[in-house]
């Protein structure tokens, strides 16, 4: 569910007009509700109820401060996966010890720099990365709480270049030798090992890919402490889809994701941690663009857009869906036509659908494309010095802009041309 209808013949965000927002900031545009992020959230909540836990949203899905400040209100803690995620977290008011560290490749700066400012655990992903921790740690004179991330060989089934949990992905240590690292890392001064973390992957819309993930956490965690390890946290990561596309039948609800973590390690005495990022912000957000031109072209015709790839990758990285409708309602039962609808980039690859119906548009008509509020503006380029969107925040009957457009010259003087040239 979002916040986004038709009222009046209209698309609003929330109780503002979409219409009036594009008048204001121009096109294109990315608008976030404040009342889709909120219910999203407290799902999460409601799954988990019964259990010690901590809901941390995935920053990489979404990192506009007023974001993360809306939704560190209502008790959210953050995943971070770099030390600029870090400082965005901490900007917006995310104290250190609600922030997991994540990521494959932290740097002794950014290792200072959540040790320094307050850090809730490090996820690590290596032994080399294990052995540096421990010896920041051990200069700066203070104990960094870790957990090892675990990779149990399971297959997500989802796009390939998001799955992260089989055997020949970049992330975690094999599960196989986790008790060995564990007694690695146990060793080490300067650390303090915690708990386990996992992530699977994202966007999945099947439940037996965590259950499996999870019963293989669950079985490693009775062996660690057979071993004489406190495991008392357990990172069961993020992942969980959303319906990018209306016909597709609907992922799995955060509730039943809730029974999964419950039936595999409800009984470990543990506090659960999860990541979600995708299932919060996704469909709080749209991309609003206008429409450039309506070109007729060989056996199809074209909708050219004034967003682009660069505005949103997804649908040229992934081969994505996103649901585009008119932000004028069309009358009921009116004709549709198929159009390719394209940006003004100049790659052939600067396509968002083929042949995707739509009723009939015009120079100037509005459309917006749903499910856009995660990994959009975050991904965004100014490839073709086209400068990066605004990003907008809807709360009830009133809007703000988030993130305001760069100027052009702006752009070019971050560039600097050395006196000898």
């Not at 901590?54 to 008790?75: E, I, R």
């Not at 439940?207 to 495991?231: C, M, N, S, W």
């Not at 060989?298 to 932000?327: C, Q, S, T």
């Amino acid at each position: 569910m979002d916040h986004f209808l038709y009222r009046d013949g209209t698309l609003f965000a929330e109780d503002v007009p979409i219409r009036d927002i594009a008048a204001s900031v121009g096109t294109p545009f990315y608008v976030y509700s404040c009342a889709t992020l909120t219910r999203h959230y407290r799902l999460f909540e409601e799954a988990l109820s019964g259990l010690d836990h901590l809901v941390c949203f995935a920053v990489k899905s979404n990192g506009n401060q007023a974001v993360l400040a809306h939704l560190a209100k209502l008790g959210a803690g953050m995943d971070v996966v770099s030390g600029g995620e870090y400082r965005r977290a901490r900007a917006a008011g995310v104290p250190g010890e609600r922030i997991v560290f994540s990521g494959v490749g932290k740097t002794a700066e950014e290792m200072r720099l959540a040790l320094e400012g307050g850090i809730r655990q490090f996820n690590l992903e290596s032994e080399p990365e294990m052995q540096r921790l421990s010896r920041v740690a051990s200069e700066m004179g203070t104990i960094a709480p870790v957990t090892v991330r675990v990779n149990p060989d399971v297959d997500a089934r989802t796009h390939e270049k998001i799955a992260t949990g089989k055997s020949e992905n970049k992330f975690g240590i094999p599960i196989a030798r986790a008790r060995e690292v564990y007694a690695e890392a146990a060793a080490l001064p300067g650390l303090d090992v915690i708990g386990i973390d996992v992530h699977i992957g994202s966007q999945l819309t099947d439940l037996e890919p965590f259950e499996i993930a999870y019963e293989k956490v669950a079985e490693l965690t009775r062996q660690l402490r057979a071993d004489g390890h406190d495991i008392r946290r357990l990172d069961l990561g993020g992942g969980l889809g959303i319906p990018y596309e209306r016909s597709n039948s609907a992922p799995p609800l955060p509730i039943e994701y809730g029974e999964v973590i419950k039936r595999t390690v409800g009984d470990l005495d543990v506090e659960v941690e999860i990541e979600p990022g995708r299932l919060i912000s996704g469909n709080a957000g749209l991309l609003v663009s206008g429409v450039t031109y309506v070109k007729q072209g060989e056996g199809r015709d074209f909708l050219i857009l004034d967003a682009a790839m660069n505005d949103l990758i997804r649908p040229a990285m992934y081969g994505a869906w996103h649901d585009i409708i008119p932000v004028e309602e069309p009358a009921p039962g009116v004709d549709q036509t198929p159009y390719d609808i394209v940006g003004p980039v100049c790659e052939s690859g600067d396509t968002f659908a083929k042949q995707r119906h739509m009723p009939p548009l015009a120079e100037g008509d509005l459309v917006a494309f749903r499910s856009a509020g995660a990994y959009g503006a975050v991904m965004a380029s100014e490839y073709n010095t086209r400068p990066l969107i605004p990003e907008v925040l809807v709360k009830d009957d009133h809007f703000a802009v988030i993130r305001a457009r760069p100027t052009f010259d702006e752009i070019i003087k971050r560039d600097t041309v050395p006196e000898w040239l």
